[in-house]
C-alpha cells in the first residue's frame, strides 16, 4: 500500500538559514512525488512536483526537492528562509504504475516556522 | 485564471442533521476531487469525478455521504445525517485532465479550493 512519512510535526528555523522539511513514501511502482504549502484558512497550494528525470526538482517561492531512491525520500529544501514561508507543508505520493486513479496518499503535514 | 471556489467556507450544524457543500472547479479542468482533511491529518480522497463519471469512491461513507457532479462541471458533497466525527475541512481540488498511464508524460497537479470547514456539535 502507498504510504508517506513527515516524521517531524514542526521544523523551526531562523530567518536566512537552510530548511529541510523531510519526507520518506513507500510506493510498489514508481512514485509520482508532488508537495503543497498550505496558509491559514486557505486551501492546499502546489509547490513543485517530481515525475521523472533529474532528481532536484525546482519549484515556486524558490522551494527545491531531491528525489532519492535508494533512501525513498523527498525532502524539501530552501537555501534561505524567509519569514513568510511559514505554514504548513504537505508531502504527497501517486503510484505511477499500479495506480487507476489519480489519488494522492498525503503525509501528516509538518509545520515551518521561520523566526525572525 | 479564477481558482477553485467553494461555498461555504464555514459551517456549524448538530449532530443528525444535513449539510452540502458546493466546489465549482477550474474552468476547463475534467477532474474534481473531494478530500477531507480532519484536524492534523493530511487531506484524504473522498471521491474523485472525471467529467461527470465516479472514478474513485473507495474512501467514500456511502450510507452517510453522497456527491454528485451531475454536468460535469461543479459538483455538491452531502452528509446525511453528520456525526461528530465529520468535523473536518472539506477540500475540492481540479486538476486539467486525468493522470493516464505511465507513459502518459503528462501528470498534472491539481488546483485545491479554500475549503469548507464543518463543526458538527
Known amino acids: 500500500a502507498q504510504s508517506v512519512a513527515q516524521p517531524e510535526d514542526q521544523v523551526n528555523v531562523a530567518e536566512g538559514n537552510p530548511l529541510t522539511v523531510k519526507c520518506t513514501y513507500s510506493?510498489?511502482?514508481?512514485?509520482?512525488l508532488f508537495w503543497y504549502v498550505q496558509y491559514p484558512n486557505r486551501g492546499l497550494q502546489f509547490l513543485l512536483k517530481y515525475i521523472t528525470g533529474d532528481n532536484l526538482v525546482k519549484g515556486s517561492y524558490g522551494f527545491e526537492a531531491e528525489f532519492n531512491k535508494s533512501q525513498t525520500s523527498f525532502h524539501l529544501k530552501k537555501p534561505s528562509a524567509l519569514v513568510s514561508d511559514s505554514a504548513l507543508y504537505f508531502c504527497a505520493v501517486r503510484d505511477g504504475v499500479s495506480s487507476n486513479t489519480d489519488k494522492l496518499i498525503f503525509g501528516t503535514g509538518t509545520r515551518l516556522q521561520v523566526f525572525p | 485564471e479564477a481558482g477553485v471556489a467553494q461555498s461555504p467556507r464555514y459551517k456549524i450544524i448538530e449532530k443528525r442533521q444535513s449539510v452540502a457543500f458546493w466546489c465549482n472547479p477550474i474552468?476547463?479542468?475534467?477532474?474534481l476531487y473531494w478530500y477531507q482533511q480532519i484536524l492534523g491529518q493530511g487531506p484524504k480522497l473522498l471521491i474523485q469525478f472525471q467529467n461527470n463519471g465516479v472514478v474513485d469512491d473507495s474512501q467514500l461513507p456511502k450510507d452517510r455521504f453522497s456527491a454528485e457532479r451531475l454536468k460535469g462541471v461543479d459538483s455538491t458533497l452531502k452528509i446525511q445525517p453528520a456525526k461528530l466525527e465529520d468535523s473536518a475541512v472539506y477540500l475540492c481540488?481540479?486538476?486539467?485532465?486525468?493522470?493516464?498511464?505511465?507513459?502518459?508524460?503528462?501528470?498534472?497537479?491539481?488546483?485545491f479550493g479554500p475549503g469548507t470547514r464543518l463543526t458538527v456539535l
Open positions: 481540488a481540479s486538476s486539467l485532465t486525468r493522470t493516464g498511464t505511465r507513459t502518459s508524460g503528462i501528470h498534472n497537479e491539481q488546483f
Open positions: 510506493v510498489s511502482g514508481n512514485p509520482y
Open positions: 474552468s476547463g479542468h475534467a477532474t
